[in-house]
T-cell receptor, first 114, second 115 residues
Framework: KQEVTQIPAALSVPEGENLVLNCSFT??????LQWFRQDPGKGLTSLLL?????REQTSGRLNASLDKSSGRSTLYIAASQPGDSATYLC?????????????FGKGTTLSVSS | KAGVTQTPRYLIKTRGQQVTLSCSPI?????VSWYQQTPGQGLQFLFE???????NKGNFPGRFSGRQFSNSRSEMNVSTLELGDSALYLC??????????????FGPGTRLTVL
């Protein structure tokens, strides 16, 4: 059974710092991995999607890497800003019952202070 | 292009009642998936619909059901509500079957409180 773990559960940094969020998964047989952002009480915003054949994806100040063999992904945020404060969720698409499903980690709650 | 919309945004029900939640996917998207989010369990997959057919289902009791209409809009129903059903219910859409390569786009969610 696929399990996704995100460490740390919470992180506080001053504005301007570069930071790394970690995601690990137990079964390397994934189709893709997606990073999301969730603001309090809101839905999820897709940040980056990495297909299983890819090693990394970049969007602005965000860079996500994927190492399928070791079951790990990292989300790198450059020059953090207070507006980056949110919960970041990692999800892997994996086979399940009759099809595929997104399995989520519990998230890392990031607080960036000005 | 409008995003995924969910109605209502907030609901308060009592135990034993039933509830229906609605989701309108992004225009042109044919796949709709539903998720339950609670503080204890996090985000859990409920089911996925594509072309009006349920394609996959998570580990939830039969009280949770859904359907999809010909215009891709989807509804989710929970019968005989329990206190533990209190959660944020999220709907996500993708262009095709949420299979190997499709990115999912989420709506704002419906906050259900069961008293």
């Amino acid at each position: 059974k696929q399990e996704v773990t995100q460490i740390p559960a919470a992180l506080s940094v001053p504005e301007g710092e570069n930071l790394v969020l970690n995601c690990s998964f137990t079964d390397s047989a994934i189709y893709n991995l997606q990073w999301f952002r969730q603001d309090p009480g809101k839905g999820l915003t897709s940040l980056l999607l990495i297909q299983s054949s890819q090693r990394e994806q970049t969007s602005g100040r965000l860079n996500a890497s994927l190492d399928k063999s070791s079951g790990r992904s990292t989300l790198y945020i450059a020059a953090s800003q207070p507006g980056d404060s949110a919960t970041y969720l990692c999800a892997v698409r994996t086979s399940s019952q009759a099809g595929t499903a997104l399995i989520f980690g519990k998230g890392t709650t990031l607080s960036v202070s000005s | 292009k409008a995003g995924v919309t969910q109605t209502p945004r907030y609901l308060i029900k009592t135990r034993g009642q039933q509830v229906t939640l609605s989701c309108s996917p992004i225009s042109g998207h044919r796949s709709v998936s539903w998720y339950q989010q609670t503080p204890g369990q996090g985000l859990q997959f409920l089911f996925e619909y594509f072309s009006e057919t349920q394609r996959n289902k998570g580990n939830f009791p039969g009280r949770f059901s859904g359907r999809q209409f010909s215009n891709s809009r989807s509804e989710m129903n929970v019968s005989t509500l329990e206190l533990g059903d209190s959660a944020l219910y999220l709907c996500a859409s993708s262009p095709g079957l949420a299979g190997t390569y499709n990115e999912q786009f989420f709506g704002p969610g419906t906050r259900l409180t069961v008293l």
